[in-house]
């Protein structure tokens, strides 16, 4: 080894150990005793990851609000795309390495399923942010969340096709999401209940970005309309594809990620009167302030659920600071403050399984834009 | 219904095809599992979004960048990571996790660039001319694609048999240490290798953003139903490739007629399996 190679490794090694220390004595980590830790779990990575940086950016958003920002401290985990193993080895570590008392996630139904058991076991607070799945409801006495339960939209939508004189359907379903399956459950069981008839059942996994073999079995079925039910991207996607293979059948996502901005920049006209059911958009002051906040911050529009994220970190931020520290104090909290709150995704009102009711209507995709019609 | 199959698997089949013909030419000639190759596609799409959307250039021209950067990359990662780690006389095993690594780094760099958020390129968003043969419809960026998949088969195929550069890769193919002796630069081939199979993997990417869209993580997806494809058909054999590709596109879309949608992936390994309990050398290698 020359003399220079070793000074060299001499440098390298000194400024490594510096690098280190100041890491691990980094000043303005939050250490005073009234600081609060809120643990993070999203799919920061995968085909979600787009989702979780929305909710992640509103949560940091929310923090910076609150006017509390120097005592809290958000810990993010990731689920690599929402897999319930990976969701629940990333809430044992917040919870039993950096004992945080509530945790802010999943983005899908499934992980949140999957670590509701160990929040009760532990008596630390769950608030899902964007999970719909209806078997959410009886989760657990400390599992919350601010979106609505699947079970009216998918029941709506059904209802609203047989208004419309519609008797044949196909269901295209994304079977890797629990909420979607359940999506798909509530709209069979309404639309037959109703005395329509199920032609085809399709499905696929989130992961698929080629529906034409699925669609090409739905367009020799000959339905009247085909109900869909998937995440916006796929929506998007099995639009185009479908208009591209001349399928021009009437579709109707039961899930609100038809009325997302990923819909329409993927699929372009061939989204035009795609119907789906949308949380009625808030007109309150809350809502335009986070738009803008978020614009002014990020740079873009906020990703589908951001807004129900802010609410959820913004009510628990509330919560944990009006709590004594234990995860009773801060559900009863959680009741208190989560009654009339004017969030940015709309009024929030807990009920007694911590879900929220928010007003709905059925929309569709005209020249490009969301608009109500009923 | 029947002739939308077969044109859907056809289509399922030329985009393998591109996969699997560039990693194919790299495994012949360094024998390793590049992990790294699925990821250079997305490599590709990304540049040609950047320069197309972001900087608002010629859509020709991006194209042209984007398969070059891909290459690029690709012909660094050689010099930088597997070029030392073959004079050290690493075995493949630490060249697959170092590709494995190079491959987790390329796509979180991505995703940090891009967000991770699903793109769309921007041919794709404005109506495409749709072809109708016998009652299916092809579009025309799926028919660009089984074109450039025929014509890189065919150029590739012509390179391997009567250029020098295509007996140095059989050379260097066939023992490494000989092809050395007898005097071809073996790195510099390598390197050129390299430099080509990246390039149309990132050709894959791009012409996959046209058709569909693209993600950082859209790379594994198809680096495995590349796999699938090359060893199906052969691994290292550039024909084999393109066999393994259109036979698996046909089986994914046929399975899938009488079962649920949910099974593609399922039925794909399948495939694989079977291949490797009965006929592990594949369609087209011999013994």
């Known amino acids: ?374 | 219904m029947f002739s939308q199959l077969i044109l859907n698997s056809i289509i399922a089949g030329a985009i393998y095809t591109l996969v699997a013909l560039g990693f194919n030419l790299i495994y012949g000639a360094t024998k390793f599992f590049n992990l790294t190759h699925g990821v250079l596609a997305a490599v590709g799409g990304y540049s040609v979004f950047f320069f197309s959307k972001t900087l608002g250039w010629n859509i020709y021209f991006a194209v042209v960048l984007g398969i070059v950067f891909a290459g690029l990359i690709g012909y660094g990662l050689d010099k930088f990571v597997y070029l030392p780690l073959r004079r050290k006389k690493a075995s493949n095993m630490i060249l697959l996790v170092a590709s494995l690594g190079a491959m987790t780094a390329i796509q979180a760099i991505i995703a940090i660039l891009f967000t991770s958020q699903f793109r769309t390129l921007p041919l794709n968003t404005g109506t495409q001319r749709i072809y109708e043969i016998f009652g299916g419809v092809i579009t025309e960026t799926q028919l660009v694609i089984l074109v450039v998949g025929i014509i890189i088969m065919a150029t590739l195929a012509l390179i391997l048999k009567y250029s020098m550069f295509g007996k140095a890769i059989k050379a260097i193919s066939d023992d490494e240490e000989v092809a050395r002796i007898v005097g071809i630069n073996t790195d510099k081939i390598i390197g050129y290798v390299f430099f080509i199979g990246s390039a149309i993997a990132g050709l894959a990417g791009i012409l996959i953003g046209f058709d569909i869209g693209i993600q950082p993580t859209m790379g594994l997806g198809l680096l495995l139903k590349g796999v699938i494809a090359s060893i199906i058909g052969g691994i290292g054999n550039v024909y084999g490739g393109v066999i393994g590709a259109f036979l698996l596109g046909f089986v994914e879309n046929f399975g899938i007629w009488k079962i649920s949608g949910e099974w593609k992936d399922a039925i794909a390994f399948v495939l694989l399996i079977i291949f490797l309990i009965f006929r592990p050398r594949g369609i087209m290698n011999k013994q």
């Open chain 1, 1 to 374: 080894m020359s003399k220079n190679t070793k000074v060299i490794i001499g440098v390298i090694v000194v400024a490594v150990i510096i690098l280190i220390g100041y890491l691990i004595y980094k000043p303005g980590a939050p250490t005073t005793k009234e600081s609060i830790k809120i643990g993070v779990i999203l799919p920061f990575t995968g085909d979600l990851a787009s989702y979780a940086e929305g909710v992640r950016n509103a949560i940091n958003l929310a923090t910076e609000n609150s006017g509390y920002k120097d005592k809290i401290q958000i810990i993010a985990e990731d689920d690599h795309g929402c897999l319930p193993p990976d969701a629940i080895s990333a809430a044992q570590k917040l919870i039993n390495i950096d004992k945080t008392k509530a945790i802010i996630g999943s983005l899908c139904t499934g992980a949140t399923l999957a670590i509701a058991p160990i929040a009760e076991q532990n008596k630390v607070i769950v608030i899902a942010p964007s999970a719909t799945g209806k078997n959410l409801t009886n989760a657990g006495e400390y599992v919350f969340r601010t979106i609505a339960s699947d079970a009216d939209k998918s029941i709506a939508v059904a209802k609203y096709a047989y208004s419309k004189g519609l008797r044949k359907a196909a269901l295209l379903f994304d079977s890797s999401q629990d909420a979607l399956v359940s999506q798909r459950d509530d709209v069979k069981t309404t639309f037959t209940g109703l005395g329509g008839a199920i032609a085809i059942e399709e499905s696929f996994i989130s992961s698929d970005k080629d529906l034409r073999t699925q669609l090409n079995k739905v367009k020799s079925s000959d339905v009247d309309v085909i109900f869909i039910a998937a995440l916006p991207d796929t929506v998007g996607l099995a639009l185009k594809q479908a208009r591209t293979l001349g399928v021009n059948t009437q579709f109707i996502s039961s899930d609100t990620s038809g009325g997302t901005k990923p819909v329409i920049d993927i699929a372009g006209s061939s989204a035009e009167g795609l119907i789906f059911p949308f949380a009625i958009t808030p007109s309150n002051k809350e809502y335009t302030d986070f738009i803008n906040n978020y614009k002014e911050k990020y740079g873009t529009e906020p990703s589908a659920y951001a807004a129900e994220g802010y609410d959820a970190a913004a009510i628990l931020i509330k919560a944990m600071f009006a709590s004594n520290g234990t995860a009773d104090s801060i559900k009863d909290q959680l009741f208190k403050i989560g009654k009339d709150y004017y969030g940015a995704s709309g009024v929030i009102s807990f009920d007694q399984n911590g879900d929220v009711q928010k007003p709905m209507v059925i929309k569709t995709i005209k020249d490009g834009q969301f608009v109500e019609i009923q």
